[in-house]
């Protein structure tokens, strides 16, 4: 299952990440994962939770996040979710059909493995392609 939160920068998107994670890591049998573009979360997310501030890795494009992500799974079977907070800024990106495409390939990553994927975008969702729509 893929999860997309889309709305302009103040419009309340990372509050909301935050309640979702920790409920997440109160309900879960499984690790929660956060993937973050920055270090802004540390303090309002619960202390179980796998924190990760992609800054400090060489992610720029979607097939290093698919790669990132794949190492994090074989690196540990228990991931449940994994939260990605400001994708586009991670990957340098926008909503367009390259994004889709990473959608659609973390849906599939998700029915393989049993992963949920929570995504929160900085975009307007107006500007998601027929293809995200599914995602909302």
């Excluded at 909503?95 to 973390?106: A, G, I, K, R």
Aim: proline letters at 1%; a negative charge; one cysteine or more.
């Amino acid at each position: 299952m893929v999860r997309v939160i889309m709305g302009e920068k103040g419009t309340g998107k990372t509050k909301k990440l935050i309640e979702m994670i920790n409920a997440a890591a109160a309900q879960e049998a499984g690790n929660v994962v956060c993937i973050e573009a920055e270090k802004t979360m540390t303090f309002d997310i619960h202390y179980h939770v796998r924190l990760i501030v992609a800054g400090e890795y060489p992610i720029g494009s979607y097939e290093s996040m698919r790669g990132f992500i794949s190492g994090l799974y074989a690196g540990n079977y228990d991931i449940s979710h994994i939260f990605i907070d400001n994708l586009l800024a991670i990957v340098g990106g926008k909503s367009d059909h390259e994004c889709e495409v990473f959608l659609d390939w973390l849906e599939n990553f998700s029915s393989n493995h049993g992963v949920r994927f929570t995504v929160a975008m900085s975009e307007d969702p107006a500007h998601a392609t027929d293809g995200m729509q599914k995602y909302l």
